[in-house]
C-alpha cells in the first residue's frame, strides 16, 4: 500500500515570509504533480515534475523533484495573501489512470 | 475556451432523495473522472469514464452511486437514496486521451449537502 504524507497539515504566516510544504511517499513516482485549491473551486494545476532532482519556478514558487522519486517540497518566496489555498500533490505512477491525491497542506497568508 | 463546467454548484437534498450531477468536459474531451472530497480528507478517485463506456469503478461505493457518459450530453453522478455521509464536494475532470492522468482539467465541483 502507497503511504503518501503532506506536511505541515496546515500553516499560517504572515505577508512576506518564505514557507516550504512537503510530499512524502514509501512508493517511487514516475513523475508528481502540485495542484492548489481555492475556497469553492476545483484543484488548479501547478506543475509536473518528471525527473529525479528536478527542479522548476514559477514565479515566487519553486518545486523540487526528490532524487529517487519519492518525495517533492515546494518553496514559496515573499507569499503573498493570494497564495493562500489549499496545496495538493499527486504523485503518478507509470500506468495510472486516475489521480492519487494526499491530504494536502492548506495555506493561509495573513495580510 | 470553455473550462469543464459542473452543474448545479450547491445541491441540498434530504435522505433519501436522489442526487444528480452533472459535468460537461472541456471541449474536444472525450475522457471524464469523477473524485469526491469528503470534510477533512482529500481528494478520491470514484470512477472513470469514456463515452458510452466505464472504463474504471473501482472507487465507487458498492451500492447507490452510478455513473454514466452518454454519447451525446454531459456525464451524471447518479446517487440514490442520499445519506448524510453523502455530503461532499464532487468534482469531475476531463481528459483529452485514454488513461492520461498527467492531463486532467478539473471543474468547480458541486457541494452536495445532505439533511
Known amino acids: 500500500t502507497q503511504l503518501l504524507e503532506q506536511s505541515p497539515q496546515f500553516l499560517s504566516i504572515q505577508e512576506g515570509e518564505n514557507l516550504t510544504v512537503y510530499c512524502n511517499s514509501s512508493s517511487v513516482f514516475s513523475s508528481l504533480q502540485w495542484y492548489r485549491q481555492e475556497p469553492g473551486e476545483g484543484p488548479v494545476l501547478l506543475v509536473t515534475v518528471v525527473t529525479g532532482g528536478e527542479v522548476k519556478k514559477l514565479k515566487r514558487l519553486t518545486f523540487q523533484f526528490g532524487d529517487a522519486r519519492k518525495d517533492s517540497s515546494l518553496h514559496i518566496t515573499a507569499a503573498q495573501p493570494g497564495d493562500t489555498g489549499l496545496y495538493l500533490c499527486a504523485p503518478i505512477s507509470g500506468s495510472a489512470r486516475q489521480l492519487t491525491f494526499g491530504s494536502g497542506t492548506q495555506l493561509t497568508v495573513l495580510p | 475556451n470553455a473550462g469543464v463546467m459542473q452543474n448545479p454548484r450547491h445541491l441540498v437534498r434530504r435522505r433519501g432523495q436522489e442526487a444528480r450531477l452533472r459535468c460537461s468536459p472541456m471541449?474536444?474531451?472525450?475522457?471524464v473522472y469523477w473524485y469526491r472530497q469528503l470534510p477533512e480528507e482529500g481528494l478520491k478517485f470514484m470512477v472513470y469514464l469514456q463515452k458510452e463506456n466505464i472504463i474504471d469503478e473501482s472507487g465507487m461505493p458498492k451500492e447507490r452511486f452510478s455513473a454514466e457518459f452518454p454519447k451525446e450530453g454531459p456525464s451524471i453522478l447518479r446517487i440514490q437514496q442520499v445519506v448524510r455521509g453523502d455530503s461532499a464536494a464532487y468534482f469531475c475532470?476531463?481528459?483529452?486521451?485514454?488513461?492520461?492522468?498527467?492531463?486532467?482539467?478539473f471543474g468547480p465541483g458541486t457541494r452536495l449537502t445532505v439533511t
Open positions: 475532470a476531463s481528459s483529452p486521451q485514454k488513461d492520461r492522468a498527467v492531463e486532467q482539467y
Open positions: 471541449k474536444g474531451h472525450s475522457h
